[in-house]
């Protein structure tokens, strides 16, 4: 599974991002939609040959602040888009959590 991240709208009141996950199995459907359970369902579809699938969500953001911290506790692979299309470079998702350092066995 490989997720993407976008400011669609940003203003005074805050940012709304959309979340497109990509690849999902149908054990794993469940899994996502608890991870996303404060996110608004935007739009979905399935590859017909895989049957993989594709869920889009919505939500607003009052900061991006905000948006980031909610970002870095994503269970699965997240990258945020720019713009212009282009992935940023800060790491979000499971790439976030993979660098906590496990204590030294003694």
């Known amino acids: ?3 993407t991240a976008w400011c669609e709208l940003e203003n ?9 996950i990509n690849n999902i199995n149908g054990r ?3 899994r996502v939609e608890k991870s996303c359970s404060e996110w608004r369902c ?5 590859h017909p040959k895989t049957g ?3 869920l889009i969500y919505s939500k607003n953001f009052k900061t991006q602040e905000e948006w ?7 269970p699965y692979k997240l990258v945020e888009l720019n713009s212009r299309g282009n992935p940023k470079r800060i790491k979000l998702g499971s790439d976030c959590l993979k660098n906590t350092r496990k ?3 003694k």
Not at 68 to 74: E, N, S
């Open 52 to 54: 993989y699938r594709t």
């Open 1 to 3: 599974m490989e997720a």
């Open 28 to 30: 794993a459907v469940r």
């Open 68 to 74: 980031i911290k909610w970002a870095k506790q994503f």
């Open 103 to 105: 204590p030294k066995r």
């Open 12 to 20: 005074d009141e805050g940012c709304r991002y959309k979340l497109q």
């Open 42 to 46: 935007s739009g979905n579809g399935w």
